[in-house]
Structure formats: C-alpha cells, structure tokens
T-cell receptor, first 113, second 114 residues
Framework: DAGVIQSPRHEVTEMGQEVTLRCKPI?????LFWYRQTMMRGLELLIY????????DSGMPEDRFSAKMPNASFSTLKIQPSEPRDSAVYFC???????????FGNGTRLTVT | DQQVKQNSPSLSVQEGRISILNCDYT??????FLWYKKYPAEGPTFLIS?????DKNEDGRFTVFLNKSAKHLSLHIVPSQPGDSAVYFC?????????????FGSGTRLQVQP
C-alpha cells in the first residue's frame, strides 16, 4: 500500500498564477478530503468527496478555489488566480467507509509570492 | 470560533514518564473523537479514537479518556519514548457537522527528552 500520494511536494508561484495540486488516494477508498494547514487557522477542511461526488465544499474559501475528482484514483485542487494568503500546506486524505480514520498524504507546501 | 481547542501549544516530558495531552470541545453534538500524530514534513497519522458511548479506549501505550460532561478529552502516553516526539492533534466530528468532516484542534507539540 503506497498510501495517499500528493504532488508536487513544494510549489512556489507568483501571485496571479494558476496552481494545481494533485492527489492519488489509497486504492479502494471511497472518501477523499482536501485540508489546508496554516499557522492562523490550523487544519481546516476545504472539501470532501464520496464516490467521486463532492459532498461538502463549504470550507472552500472563495471562488478562486475549485476541486475535481474525475475518477476514483485522482483528484485536483486548483487555485486561480493565486494570492499570497493562499500560502499554506495542503493535505489530501482518503478513507474507506463511514467510520474509518483518514489517511493523509504528506502534503503540498504552497508559497505564493 | 474554535470548536476544538488544545490550549497547550507544547509539552516536554522525560523518557519513561507519562505524557498527558488535553483537548476541549464546545460543540455538544460531537460524538466521535480522534487523536492524530504528525511528524515534520509528513501528513498526520491516525493514533486512536473514541466514541461518545465510551469514556476510555486503550491501545498499547496510548489511552484516550473522554469526559462528556466537561467536554474534555485527554491522551495519555505511558511510558513516553523519544520517538513519540511529534505534534498531536485532537479531532472531532458529529452528525450536525457531517460525520466525515473532522474539526481539528491547533495541536500540541510533545517533546520527550531522553
């Protein structure tokens, strides 16, 4: 089991550019989550999917953020245009079933200058 | 409004002693609680959980205690080992916030001194 795989590990971009973060969940898991970690707000849920369908996106900060899950093995989180305040570590996590713990990837550290 | 609070940002204990990490919550609808451990440059990893129908759950050196009336839970690590040095996050969920939507505390950095 390779675990949840996120890419890239680090991303540095300039304000105004589009950023795409990628996630491959653990095979067989039916839930996928995107979290963001900042010093000010800690770990906060952005959006989660069940069987590739977005269930709750109330944590997505603005329309500049969008997430997709075209199939069971891939998800993207896109920020367009990016702003310096988007700088954070973005985690993807997956789980199987309604009551199992989340398995997190190692995160993508995003820096927007 | 922080619904899950970890008021101690850091804790230092000696190897072999007990580590006690605390967590308070304000949402009375929370009924499932978890602890995650996080090493630098890695994602959080699940440690132990407890449902509100219990007041204690034990797994090896790790025990979680839940006091529903006080809206408080704690993680005990006995005996503490240097490899336990990490940031520990408390998390909670409930039917009103969405069973799958975990609310995390801000974390407590534990350092176990050899």
């Amino acid at each position: 089991d390779a675990g949840v795989i996120q890419s890239p590990r680090h991303e540095v971009t300039e304000m105004g550019q589009e950023v795409t973060l990628r996630c491959k969940p653990i095979s067989g898991h039916d839930y996928l989550f995107w979290y963001r970690q900042t010093m000010m707000r800690g770990l906060e849920l952005l959006i989660y999917f069940n069987n590739n369908v977005p269930i709750d996106d109330s944590g997505m900060p603005e329309d500049r953020f969008s997430a997709k899950m075209p199939n069971a093995s891939f998800s993207t989180l896109k920020i367009q245009p990016s702003e310096p305040r988007d700088s954070a570590v973005y985690f993807c996590a997956s789980s199987f079933g309604a009551n199992s713990p989340l398995h997190f990837g190692n995160g993508t550290r995003l820096t927007v200058t | 409004d922080q619904q899950v609070k970890q008021n101690s940002p850091s804790l230092s204990v000696q190897e072999g002693r007990i580590s006690i990490l605390n967590c308070d919550y304000t949402n009375s609808m929370f009924d499932y609680f978890l602890w995650y451990k996080k090493y630098p440059a890695e994602g959080p990893t699940f440690l132990i959980s407890i449902s509100s129908i219990k007041d204690k759950n034990e797994d090896g050196r790790f025990t979680v205690f839940l006091n529903k009336s006080a809206k408080h839970l704690s993680l005990h690590i006995v005996p503490s080992q240097p490899g336990d040095s990490a940031v520990y996050f408390c998390a909670a969920s409930g039917p009103d916030t969405g069973r799958r939507a975990l609310t995390f505390g801000s974390g407590t950095r534990l350092q176990v001194q050899p």
